[in-house]
């Protein structure tokens, strides 16, 4: 296997040396009790990109403070109690995994550094709780100096710009954005053009909005563009659904005899005008005569329309849609080249201040329970065996179940954590027995240090060896091994490890058994979440119309992660729930405009739509009954006969028929056949 070894990852590498070699040298020269604790922060913090090394350089040292306060707040009244301060110990540690999993923001890293900050104070000095001050204080000075050390390092010399990166990224994301336009253009053709994942462009999206987080940080201006990135995104979620539909519909139309040859033609001009690799202003100009030409193409409703009129207003409708997308999207591509001026961030971000997120409660409070759980589990099993270096075992469970307790598949992080502890553990061997005795001096240190370090912040810039590398990392730095006097104890540093395996393996045994609490069901429940946002669905603003399509497409991407531990429809059945909610708004919506007859059969028509999703919470498996599908047909039967013809009504009505019974392609009996 050949490594392909960038400049960028030797950049990054030297600049973590030299992080925490300077971290090293001022812990050393300080009188710091732990200078490893520096190094090895200057690691952690460490990102390839400046804007997320200060932003996880700040929620660590808040994180770090918030611990240190709790510790020395929980230690002094419950010393003389133990089994009280356990329990604080693990309610707290709990309380933050908990925020952690609600919050799933780059945030949520403050929140459960604060809990398992806590555990490493606390434990090592229960046999003399009176240094829990200086202890506390130690850590936190020694934490922040390796924060500080790495973000002057990698903000100073030769700095990755985090918003260089989000604009890459978020090309590519709207790129792919505009292939599944071009694909679902092309849906009906003999040759379909090839399109990216829907569900995984949601993931990629939950990324992106992840990766805004960290460009705050990198001032003022950073800032702004990240509110307009933010509010374009919101925009362009849109085409997940949208080019489902006009995939849809154009086939549907094809089935029932073919799609008409100027529709054709035009979406034929549609897919070369989103393909074009013009200038924003050129495309622009040629965005609004493809919409006159769009709503030119829409049937004249002067009669009560047939079936293929209504699938045919829907799909033209659908392509303007995806028109008026295209042009955000070259909207902020202008503003991009131009360097995002005050009007377009503030027109961009009135749309949409944030984006909701899914927050599985019951799986946050599941997941605090058992990380409870592990830790007062832990400490029994110490106490009773009566092993000296015990309490390290039960602390570094409870420390590993809360940080993998966010992942997809805990229980496979840490198998492969501890594999890389027992490799780290070899590696520091190395250096305790046979480097570092022969050591007298701190430039003979660095250069003992330099080849295990830089190679270890080689492997921390490729995602596949990331982990391994911090690994090594923390074996070459462990505090058994570097401290103030430069001494070495082997014993200690055996038994250190061995309760770091110790605690990984019981950590990976205590969440086979307490899965049940967060883990499993997961899936269901978060299928479970949009199912009942479209039971209790009601009108809603065109804000809070973003709000909820930015949280379900959040959970489709979710899904995409989970789908990797357990593959599955899920990711599919959560876009179809999006596209019935979408049109479930539209109907919300023409009736309150429709005559009071009208408004009277689509409330009805909601109303059974919430009861079939209510029955989905109970039986997920259940399909639509037809009678739900005669009610839509009857309710389409009323519109259609209604002179004028009531278009929006229409639109939402053909829709939601075609997403709740994709596979039923009969025309609604009410409706004339098509000719």
């Known amino acids: ?83 009280l301060l356990l329990l604080a110990i693990a309610a707290w540690l709990a309380l933050c995994v908990f925020l952690q999993l609600v919050d799933r923001t780059a ?43 790495s973000t002057v390092v990698h903000a100073v010399v030769f700095p990755v710009s985090t918003t260089r990166i989000v604009r890459q990224r978020v090309d590519r994301a709207l790129a792919d954005a505009q292939a599944l336009a071009v694909a679902a253009l092309t849906a009906a053709s003999a040759e379909p053009a090839p399109a990216p994942d829907r569900q995984k462009l949601a993931a990629t999206f939950n990324e992106l909005y992840d990766l805004l987080v960290h460009q705050r940080f990198e001032g003022p201006h950073a800032r702004e563009e990240a509110r307009a990135i933010r509010a374009t995104l919101t925009q362009v979620e849109r085409v997940l659904p949208l080019s489902l539909a006009v995939a849809d519909r154009s086939a549907e139309l094809v089935a029932l005899g073919g799609l008409p040859a100027p529709v054709r033609a035009f979406m034929d001009e549609a897919r070369d005008w989103f393909a074009a690799g013009e200038d924003p202003a050129a495309q622009l100009a040629a965005m609004e005569p493809l919409l006159a ?152 240190m660095v250069l003992a240090f330099a080849p295990a370090l830089l190679a270890s912040g080689l492997m921390m810039a490729m995602p596949r060896f990331s982990a391994m590398g911090f690994n090594f990392v923390v074996g070459v730095m462990s505090p058994s091994i570097v401290d103030r006097t430069f001494h070495t104890d082997f014993e200690l540093y055996l038994n250190a490890g061995i309760a770091t395996l110790t605690g990984i393996y019981f950590a990976m045994l205590m969440v086979s058994v307490t899965r049940f609490l967060w883990l499993d069901g997961l899936v269901r429940r978060t299928l479970a979440a949009g199912r009942r946002d479209i039971a209790r ?35 599919a059945e959560a876009l179809r729930d999006l596209m019935v909610g979408g049109a479930l708004l539209e109907l919300h919506q023409a009736s309150r405009k429709a005559d009071a007859a009208s408004a009277a059969a689509m409330r009805e028509l909601i ?26 047909d009857a309710c389409l039967a009323r519109i259609a006969a209604t002179l004028p013809v009531d278009e929006p009504a229409l639109l939402a009505l053909t829709s939601l028929r075609r997403n709740l019974f994709p596979a039923d392609h009969s025309v609604p009996a009410a409706l004339p056949a098509p000719g």
């Open 1 to 83: 296997m050949t490594l392909n070894i960038s400049r960028q990852a030797t950049l990054f590498s030297l600049k973590n040396f030299l992080a925490g070699m300077l971290a090293l040298y001022i812990a050393l020269r300080s009188g710091l009790e732990n200078p490893a604790w520096s190094v090895v922060t200057a690691y952690i913090v460490a990102q390839p990109h400046a804007g997320a090394t200060v932003s996880k350089g700040v929620y660590r040292m808040c994180g770090t403070f918030a611990g240190a306060c709790a510790s020395v707040f929980m230690v002094p009244p419950l010393v003389q109690t133990p089994a």
């Open 107 to 149: 945030r949520g890293y403050m929140f459960v550094l604060a809990g398992y900050t806590s555990c490493i104070i606390i434990f090592p000095i229960l046999s003399h709780p009176e240094d829990v001050f200086e202890y506390a204080s130690a850590r936190f000075l020694e934490i922040s100096l390796g924060i500080v050390c």
């Open 293 to 444: 030409r769009a709503a030119a193409l829409r049937p004249v409703l002067d009669a009560p329309p047939g079936w293929r009129e209504a699938l045919l207003c829907n799909l033209l409708e659908r392509i303007a849609e995806l028109i008026r997308l295209k042009g955000a999207i070259l909207r902020y591509r202008q503003a991009a080249a131009s360097g995002f001026s005050r009007g377009f961030v503030s027109a961009a971000a009135g749309g949409s201040a944030w984006r909701p997120m899914e927050r599985d409660l019951r799986g946050a409070a599941g997941a605090a329970l058992a990380v409870a759980v592990t830790l007062l589990v832990g400490n029994a099993l110490w106490i009773e065996s009566g092993w000296t270096q015990g309490y390290s075992a039960a602390m570094m469970a409870g420390v590993y179940f809360s940080v993998y307790s966010a992942t997809p598949n805990p229980a496979q992080m840490l198998k492969n954590k501890f594999v890389g502890v027992f490799l780290r553990l070899l590696l520091g061997a190395l250096y305790v027995v046979l480097i570092l005795p022969a050591i007298s001096d701190f430039g003979a």
């Open 537 to 571: 669905m009601r009108y809603l603003s065109p804000r809070e119309q973003l709000r909820w399509r930015g949280r379900m497409i959040h959970r489709i991407g979710l899904l995409v992660l989970r789908m990797a531990a357990a593959p599955g429809p899920q990711p």
């Open 607 to 632: 109303g059974q739509v919430a009861a079939y999703y209510q029955t989905l919470e109970r039986t997920p498996t259940a399909a639509p009954p037809p009678a739900l599908r005669q009610a839509i």
